[in-house]
T-cell receptor, first 113, second 110 residues
Framework: GAGVSQSPSNKVTEKGKDVELRCDPI?????LYWYRQSLGQGLEFLIY????????KSGLPSDRFSAERTGGSVSTLTIQRTQQEDSAVYLC???????????FGDGTRLSIL | SQQGEEDPQALSIQEGENATMNCSYK?????LQWYRQNSGRGLVHLIL?????REKHSGRLRVTLDTSKKSSSLLITASRAADTASYFC??????????FGSGTRLQVQP
């Protein structure tokens, strides 16, 4: 179906490596969100993009984290010099407009060894 | 700190029983949303209730909102084994993205 697609679904990497996570939102959705979810926990907001406005980066935990959204569609979340505490599921969501019902991908499960 | 906090953290019931989950929040909101998450999957939107609404229904779901108490409840009637999942409330306070609570893990025993 034409839902939110995230890749890879699983990523295992060594501490200190850089990783890139990809999100393909639903076509036509202007808002795109990244969240982080630790095992058995709720969602931690990371960053969101709304149309052509500057992204809200207020949830990024450190300067090792960055994200971009090209052409108002696909987004990549980059984590540089990964640490073990970065291990989590990274979820992407999109919505027609900001804070309207969000459609989620199934996430990328990131494991840092 | 989390804007929304669900209660209870975990709930186990028999098929056919009703399940009630509560959510409390701290600031004024535009709307409150409930989501469901099956194990290993993303969240699925269930229902949105606006700040000027008090109750909303969708199939077997009933949501209430009490803005004076800053609380909401989600009732699932006649539960089924397939309702087993984690349920999250999320608040829209307008400033940033939705703020999610830590969730209620519901187990429905067949």
């Amino acid at each position: 179906g034409a839902g939110v697609s995230q890749s890879p679904s699983n990523k295992v990497t060594e501490k200190g490596k850089d990783v890139e996570l990809r999100c393909d939102p639903i076509s036509g959705h202007t808002a795109l969100y990244w969240y982080r979810q630790s095992l058995g926990q709720g969602l931690e907001f990371l960053i969101y993009f709304q149309g052509n406005s500057a992204p809200d980066k207020s949830g990024l935990p450190s300067d090792r984290f960055s994200a971009e959204r090209t052409g108002g569609s696909v987004s990549t979340l980059t984590i540089q010099r990964t640490q073990q505490e970065d291990s989590a599921v990274y979820l992407c969501a999109s919505s027609l407009e900001h804070n309207q019902p969000q459609h989620f991908g199934d996430g990328t499960r990131l494991s840092i060894l | 700190s989390q804007q929304g906090e669900e209660d209870p953290q975990a709930l186990s019931i028999q098929e056919g029983e009703n399940a009630t989950m509560n959510c409390s929040y701290k600031t004024s909101i535009n709307n409150l949303q409930w989501y469901r998450q099956n194990s290993g999957r993303g969240l699925v939107h269930l229902i949105l209730i606006r700040s000027n609404e008090r109750e909303k229904h969708s199939g077997r779901l009933r949501v209430t909102l009490d803005t004076s108490k800053k609380s909401s409840s989600l009732l699932i009637t006649a539960s089924r084994a397939a309702d087993t999942a984690s349920y999250f409330c999320a608040t829209d306070a307008g400033r940033r993205a939705l703020t999610f609570g830590s969730g209620t893990r519901l187990q429905v025993q067949p």
